[in-house]
């Protein structure tokens, strides 16, 4: 040991050369090192979303959250089942021994949850799995203000302009718009013309729903590749869905037994900045991305 401090000490601008070597390339590859708020690591943790439009907290609770509790309890590896209900959703969350792949986890869950889906409310959506992921969570919160301008505009602004230019950033994988309106398509039914024309508001709901739906229209052989023809109807308009049909036979459409309008629905939501109303932006980057190299090249 002491001949080896000598050796340093008697060739010092060769120790001078090395120190300042290992001081570069630790700089230098430091410069280069990732950031990130959390480290790469998942929880092996599943939800399970499902919406019930009309529906009371009770009823979420009792037709959507038991059955899918009781589906997902049995899976293996559950070492916990919790769930809350609201009005017109439910949560579910699968917690599984640590350890448990979460992308198998959902894959069970997924499963389980196909196999009861047609013993769930008709007017219930399907079942949405999602990972728990906290590297999911957003990098970047961007808020979207134009005074004097329908918020309705500035939301369509920002879905199909500013979404697609951010999205082209190195690093940014998915953009998310959330507006304090939402486009709605009301049909206010009128109880005495309904009772007029011998209808009922469950005739009236099954003929618009119907009005909307896609219908297989067969197949077309093209240049030896088979492709799947159907009809598409979907209202883009109040007067679209003031002309559907609901007693064909007759002649009666919507607007004979109902109200339509074009307006937007209740705010579940309030998006502000410096007193205005805003449009926001969620900004999720990529796996494996430098979230500081992300969040300056969406600045610059």
Known sequence: MVRLIAFFVERWVFAL????????????????????????????????????????????????????????????????????????????????????????????????????????????????????????QPIMNLALVAPGVDLLEVERVARDQVEARLQSVPGIAAITTLGPVTREIQVLL?????????????????ALRAGAATVPAGSLEVGGERILLSVRRTPASAADVAATFVDSARGITAVDVATVRDTVADAERFI?????????????????????????????
């Open 17 to 136: 050369a090395i120190f300042l070597a290992v001081a570069f390339f630790g700089l230098s590859a430091g410069s280069r090192t990732g950031v990130d708020l959390l480290p790469e690591f998942e929880f092996p943790i599943v939800a399970v979303n499902v919406t019930y439009p009309g529906a009371g907290a009770a009823e979420t609770a009792q037709q959507l959250a038991e059955p899918i509790e009781d589906a997902v309890a049995r899976l293996a590896g559950v070492t916990d089942v919790s769930s809350f209900s609201g009005e017109g959703f439910s949560f579910i969350i699968v917690q599984f021994a640590f350890g448990t792949s979460v992308d198998q986890a959902a894959i069970d869950v997924k499963q389980a949850t196909d196999a009861i889906a047609p013993t769930l409310p008709e007017d219930a959506g399907d079942p949405t799995i999602q990972k728990f992921d906290p590297n999911d």
């Open 190 to 206: 009128d109880p005495a013309r309904l009772r007029a024309l011998g209808l009922t508001p469950l005739q009236v709901a099954g």
């Open 272 to 300: 502000r900045l410096d007193g205005e109303p805003a449009v926001l932006l969620e900004v999720r980057k990529a796996s494996g991305a430098n979230s500081v190299s992300a969040a300056r090249g969406l600045k610059a």
